[in-house]
């Protein structure tokens, strides 16, 4: 053993003052521990404090299933004793892969978006991974290809795109050597090559515009949201179709926001122009601007207006009269888009999966009383 012991307790000491070792002097016992402590804990030498090989301590980190549990824990414990990080940049350099997962957002975080985000950040932490966060405005599809430029230079394993425009599809599917993509999307496409997850808004759209039908409202109205989103035209096209169905005009009035702000423009010109018995708004934060301009200009809901949201909020169950909505479940989507970007990273060919939205009927859509 060297006179200050190896580099991992070298770097184990707690006090930068060494006192004199047996038979050496004082000054050589400092001079060595300050030495060793500016090197970097090894994988070595997390493997020689636990009495195993660089490769076990390697498949403790990566996770693999090979390893003993009682291993696994000694390793895990001396990792953390020892201070030891991995040197992500050389594992980079050796396997072309960082292992991390990137994420490009696409827009801004609006309630779905923020949840889907935070539920593949969530499940990306979980299973010990890391991930690299890039924005890009989905308008611009410089922008896109500049953001994914990014992500490629941190050598990610794979792509996680939260990508709520078309044209952003467009700019992903033109792109030469990718790597593992998944984008999560809110409609149909017609790129065979890449992977997507998504939640099925028009069939949430036709719950919603059925549940109004069957409340006995015939004179209805869709309020969209910014109709350059899939989300917006998907809803307005499944609306369309069930008004149709059933025999009655499909009226809808476009917005330019997904804003509670937007709701309550609309709500305004209504009450100059004519109530409609039934409101489907784009979304919950539309939903709740409409019906805090109806509300407190006297109009009753649901008796005189039927109003019913999309995305199920948080505040919707709490707002006065609670708010109907069609839920979408934001974790299960960004569990699904990571399973999917794996299946690629381990050479499955791409494939589209789409998720179910459920009804929630609550106070703002009951029958009139006859």
Request: aromatic share 4%; charged share 20%.
């Amino acid at each position: 053993m060297s006179p200050c012991g190896t580099r991992a307790a070298a770097a184990h000491q707690s006090s930068p003052h060494c006192p004199p070792a047996s038979g050496y002097p004082g000054t050589l016992r400092r001079r060595c521990y300050i030495s060793l402590v500016s090197t970097r804990v090894t994988l070595s030498d997390v493997a020689d404090a636990v009495g195993v090989s660089p490769q076990t301590v390697s498949r403790v980190l990566n996770h693999h299933p090979s390893v003993r549990p009682e291993t696994r824990q000694k390793v895990l414990a001396a990792v953390q004793a020892l201070g030891y990080e991995p040197n992500l940049a050389a594992r980079s350099l050796a396997s072309g892969s960082s292992g991390a997962v990137g994420i490009l957002l696409t827009a801004g975080l609006s309630h779905g978006m923020a949840s889907t985000f935070s539920a593949i950040a969530r499940a990306v932490r979980e299973r010990g991974d890391t991930f690299v966060l890039a924005t890009a405005d989905g308008d611009a599809p410089e922008s896109v290809r500049e953001a994914l430029a990014h992500l490629h230079g941190h050598r990610v394993a794979a792509i996680v795109v939260l990508a709520q425009r078309a044209d952003v599809l467009a700019v992903l599917s033109s792109q030469r050597h990718r790597g593992p993509v998944v984008a999560i999307i809110s409609g149909q496409h017609e790129f065979s090559t890449l992977s997507t997850v998504s939640i099925d808004q028009a069939l949430g759209a036709r719950l919603a515009t059925k549940h109004l039908l069957t409340q006995g409202r015939t004179r209805l109205l869709h309020v969209t949201g910014d109709m350059s989103w899939q989300d917006a035209s998907e809803r307005l096209a499944a609306y369309q179709s069930v008004c149709a169905e059933a025999g009655i005009p499909a009226r809808w009035v476009g917005t330019d926001a997904w804003t509670g702000e937007a709701g309550a423009r609309v709500a305004r010109r209504l009450l100059e122009n004519g109530l409609p018995d039934a409101i489907f708004a784009g979304n919950d934060d539309i939903a709740l601007g409409l019906c805090h301009e109806l509300l407190a200009a006297g109009v009753r809901i649901p008796d005189d207006v039927a109003v019913i949201g999309f995305d199920d909020i948080p505040l919707a169950r709490w707002a006065t009269p609670s708010l109907s909505s069609i839920t979408q479940d934001f974790d299960a989507l960004g569990r699904a888009a990571l399973s999917l970007s794996d299946e690629l990273v381990e050479g499955g060919t791409p494939r589209s999966v789409t998720l179910t939205p459920q009804l929630v009927v609550r106070g703002s859509t009951p029958s009139r009383s006859r």
